[in-house]
């Protein structure tokens, strides 16, 4: 079946979407998975990401400039 998690990404602190991922999925799935999100390239363009915190099985903190 359809395993995997869901975690909220936020960006620069407010939850816009959530993903599903491996539980055991580590950091860099995670990133690519919420920054090919359709919502997340929304509220992204044009401005520069400057960091993306991955907290693991927690959530996904998308930081833009």
Do not use: F, Q, Y
Not at 7 to 12: G, K, Q, T, Y
Not at 17 to 34: L, Q, T, Y
Not at 35 to 43: N, R
Request: with cysteine.
């Amino acid at each position: 079946g359809v395993g995997g998690i869901e975690l909220p990404v936020s960006i620069n602190c407010k939850v816009r979407w959530h993903i599903r991922v491996s539980p055991d999925a580590d950091a860099k799935p995670v990133e690519a998975a919420a920054l090919a999100e359709p919502k997340v390239i929304e509220h992204t363009a044009g401005k520069t990401v400057k960091k993306i915190i991955v907290v693991p099985k927690k959530m996904v903190n998308v930081v833009v400039a």
